[in-house]
């Protein structure tokens, strides 16, 4: 489905703050993988998304997303076979449009723009009707500015938006890092709901290791822009936290260092 | 009383007709998030555009070759914008200028264009109704509920939706699959052929173009913008287009006001700055003012409280 080959990517080239975020990564994703992503502070998991996603160019290697090279395809053409969600909630939604303008622009992914009206009749019933499956009420606030929504309720309706034309690859950066207990377990639990469902190939990064564990069937471990660590079926299985923070210690012969990880282990 | 008439008549009527500036200036500086400074040049481009084609006798071909030239500007402000990476103000600079001189080759490098006892578009109007001023205000008024009715409508469809995300969330629309650069092209254009309208209206209602006659059209046209929507409101696109007319309308009573109370007219300009000023500034006062009364009131508290 999806794959990066010998990818790389120097941050400030030719400089003092030189940085290799991506070296020589090469990922391979089966179609309808569950990849969870997890690290230390600087590893280039973000940086990884961002590649695939097309915010920037690779200085090395090749991108492939179904068979097509995507390399150097813009970033909002690769949008048309990519969702994605930001740890920042406000980042997916316009917060000054309606919830169901919002929807609208989402829905019009993949399409060609038209003059027709923004939002018909048969539209605002499908916007509601998946509204009504995240159980929150806001099928009820569609005239809403999106803006008036809480953090965690902008973050469901964005995964409603990023999977409405459902994407040949979905990339989650940490979009429950920034909220609450009850309310990241409840788009967590709606992300696994919606991934298996539409069966979509998914790349997601996490500082919960345990729900690295827990959601997909892969896990990936990256260190200083490489991937250290790639585990599934048994071997994931049978993983425990303690286990996998061993390895990582291992591997990278140093203490796992992503603050947010260390205080949710 | 029907002095009080005619001025009030002669207000709306400006009023009417600058309110597409402030149509132009809600798409780039509320709708797009960029101060757009083209404004400058596209409304005398529009004004020269339509006075050389009225003096050629087609008033109407004239008004119509000013929108799509006042749209070419806005695409050109947007192209050092977008592709060239210009940053948004400097690149309203930019166009403005180099306006400046386009202005005056087409008006044929004469700085004023003399329209006197020639036909306008007001001219059908004036022989129906047989009054100048009332076919003023009727042809305006048409012109202006034309426009609002395109616009509102064009910002009811889906890509109208696209613009209006792309001033407000730039990254959630690229990951929408919508490509920004031409979202901004079209608002621009969209924009700027309004302004040039204005423009183009302006020169044939005042029966002159003037090479000099777009400085400062920004600050009115804001000026007109923030009125409008403290008086009005901005809380749907409806709102916002009446509050751009009733804005414009009274930002040139107030003009209209300030003339007769014996202001020389050269301080127009400052006291236009100075109505923005105030407007620009509103919401802050209003909180410096709740924020000292909370202090006061808290200082009051505290101070019985001592007593006790």
Excluded at chain 1, 27 to 36: A, S
Excluded at chain 1, 139 to 166: D, F, H, I, P
Excluded at chain 2, 42 to 55: C, K, N, Q
Excluded at chain 2, 186 to 201: E, F, Q, R, T, Y
């Amino acid at each position: 489905m999806l794959s990066c080959n010998n990818i790389t990517k120097i941050f400030n080239k030719g400089t003092l703050n030189e940085k290799k975020a991506l070296d020589d990564v090469t990922l391979q994703l089966n179609d309808g993988d569950f990849v969870t992503v997890i690290g230390g502070n600087g590893a280039g998991k973000s940086t990884l998304l961002n590649a695939i996603a097309g915010s920037f160019f690779v200085d090395g290697g090749t991108l492939q997303l179904d068979g097509e090279d995507i390399t150097f395809m813009p970033e909002h053409k690769r949008a048309r076979l990519i969702g994605r969600l930001f740890q920042d909630p406000l980042k997916g939604t316009a917060p000054d449009m309606t919830i169901e303008e919002n929807m609208a622009l989402a829905a019009g992914r993949g399409g060609k723009f038209s003059f027709g009206i923004g939002i018909g009749k048969a539209q605002r019933a499908y916007f509601r009707e998946r509204l009504e499956k995240l159980g929150l009420g806001l099928e009820n606030r569609m005239k809403n500015k999106m803006g008036l929504l809480s953090g965690g309720q902008r973050q469901a309706v964005t995964l409603l938006m990023a999977t409405m034309s459902v994407p040949k690859l979905l990339l989650l950066d940490e979009h429950t890092a920034a909220l609450d207990p009850a309310t990241a377990e409840k788009v967590i639990n709606l992300t696994k709901e919606i991934v298996e469902q539409e069966h979509i190939t998914t790349l997601m990064i996490t500082h919960n290791i345990h729900s690295a564990l827990e959601c997909g069937n892969r896990t990936i471990m990256m260190d200083d822009g490489k991937i250290i660590l790639d585990i599934n079926g048994d071997e994931r299985k049978n993983m425990t936290v303690e286990a996998l923070l061993q390895l990582f210690r291992l591997k990278s012969s140093k203490e796992l260092d992503n603050d947010r990880m260390l205080l949710t282990k | 009383m029907g002095d009080v008439l005619s001025f009030l008549e002669s207000s709306v009527t400006q009023g009417i007709i600058y309110s597409l500036v402030a149509i132009g200036l809600f798409i780039s500086y509320r709708i797009l998030d960029i101060a757009d400074l083209t404004v400058d040049g596209s409304f005398t481009l529009g004004a020269a555009v339509s006075a050389t084609f009225t003096i050629n006798g087609k008033p109407l071909l004239g008004v119509f070759m000013a929108i799509i030239s006042g749209m070419l500007a806005g695409c050109v402000t947007a192209f050092l914008q977008t592709k060239l990476k210009i940053h948004p103000i400097m690149a309203g600079i930019l166009t403005m200028t180099g306006l400046y001189s386009i202005n005056l080759r087409v008006m044929g490098k004469t700085p004023t264009l003399s329209l006197m006892r020639i036909d306008t578009i007001f001219t059908p109007f004036e022989r129906l109704l047989g009054d100048k001023n009332a076919s003023y205000l009727v042809t305006s008024v048409i012109l202006l509920l034309l426009v609002l009715i395109l616009v509102i409508m064009f910002f009811k469809t889906h890509l109208g939706l696209c613009v209006r995300a792309t001033g407000n969330n730039e990254a959630m629309v690229r990951s929408s699959s919508i490509n920004v650069d031409v979202m901004k092209f079209i608002a621009l254009a969209i924009a700027n052929g309004s302004v040039a309208l204005s423009g183009a209206v302006l020169a044939q209602y005042q029966h002159s173009a003037n090479i000099s006659m777009g400085t400062g059209i920004v600050i009115i046209g804001l000026a007109s913008l923030i009125i409008g929507e403290i008086i009005v409101g901005k809380k749907h696109l409806i709102q916002n287009a009446i509050a751009v007319v009733i804005g414009s309308i009274v930002y040139w009573i107030i003009i209209a006001l300030v003339m007769r109370a014996d202001i020389d007219v050269s301080d127009i300009k400052l006291l236009s700055a100075l109505i923005i000023i105030l407007s620009l500034s509103y919401p802050v006062i209003i909180n410096k003012i709740k924020f000292f009364r909370q202090k006061a009131t808290g200082n009051r508290l505290a101070q019985t409280k001592g007593e006790k």
